[in-house]
């Protein structure tokens, strides 16, 4: 695995849709709006954030987190013409040992049903495999979350099972998550 092809300069992965770019200050209400919107953390772990300092602190801790090289967060920008995030892709729990990495990711719910996730998700996959060298990407999700299992099975991921009462998640409790992966190799 090459984690310097993440961490040492921030990657700006760029394909035909979308771009993932870095979350700057300047993004702050696009962000908001995001972290804001109850439904788009309807399957996530994330509590909805309805207050925009919190949101803007939470701008400063994703750059710490990569910094750390624990995580990356970019933003998920369409090629529409606007220079706002419409969503955020992030890449997490980079395990060198087993050459495997998760991903995650949400979009703003004006956005939905667009094919920007499943852009999001291929380019991505693409970096990560070619660029980093990672062997085994995956991802989890809650049950009730078809749309998040489509986007995945649209990228070549497949479904390795459920994992019952395996996590806390916060504002959900103990929940089941299924496990998507795909591999570079197979």
Same mark, same amino acid.
């Given at each position: 695995?090459?984690?310097?092809?993440?961490?040492?300069?921030?990657?700006?992965?760029?394909?035909?849709?979308?771009?993932?770019? %870095?979350?700057?200050?300047?993004? *702050?209400?696009?962000?908001?709006?995001?972290?804001?919107?109850?439904?788009? &953390? =309807?399957?996530? @772990?994330?509590?909805?954030?309805?207050?925009?300092?919190?949101?803007?602190?939470?701008?400063?801790?994703?750059?710490?987190?990569?910094?750390?090289?624990?995580?990356?967060?970019?933003?998920?920008?369409?090629?529409?013409?606007?220079?706002?995030?419409?969503?955020?892709?992030?890449?997490?729990?980079?395990?060198?040992?087993?050459?495997?990495?998760?991903?995650?990711?949400?979009?703003?719910? %004006?956005?939905?049903?667009?094919? *920007?996730?499943?852009?999001?998700?291929?380019?991505?996959?693409?970096?990560? &495999? =070619?660029?980093? @060298?990672?062997?085994?990407?995956?991802?989890?999700?809650?049950?009730?979350?078809?749309?998040?299992?489509?986007?995945?099975?649209?990228?070549?991921?497949?479904?390795?099972?459920?994992?019952?009462?395996?996590?806390?998640?916060?504002?959900?409790?103990?929940?089941?998550?299924?496990?998507?992966?795909?591999?570079?190799?197979?």
């Amino acid at each position: 695995m090459n984690l310097e092809a993440v961490f040492h300069t921030f990657p700006v992965i760029q394909s035909d849709t979308i771009s993932l770019q %870095k979350i700057e200050d300047r993004h *702050l209400d696009a962000v908001y709006d995001i972290y804001s919107n109850d439904r788009v &953390f =309807e399957y996530c @772990g994330i509590i909805p954030k309805h207050n925009k300092k919190t949101v803007q602190s939470m701008i400063g801790h994703f750059e710490r987190d990569w910094n750390k090289r624990q995580r990356i967060k970019w933003g998920i920008f369409s090629h529409d013409g606007t220079d706002q995030p419409v969503g955020i892709m992030e890449a997490f729990d980079f395990s060198p040992r087993v050459n495997m990495v998760t991903i995650g990711y949400f979009l703003a719910e %004006k956005h939905w049903g667009q094919g *920007l996730a499943t852009s999001a998700v291929q380019a991505l996959t693409a970096f990560l &495999f =070619e660029e980093a @060298g990672v062997n085994r990407i995956q991802a989890e999700v809650m049950p009730p979350n078809e749309r998040s299992k489509k986007v995945l099975l649209k990228n070549g991921f497949m479904k390795e099972g459920t994992l019952r009462q395996a996590a806390f998640w916060s504002g959900k409790g103990v929940i089941d998550l299924e496990i998507y992966s795909v591999l570079k190799q197979l």
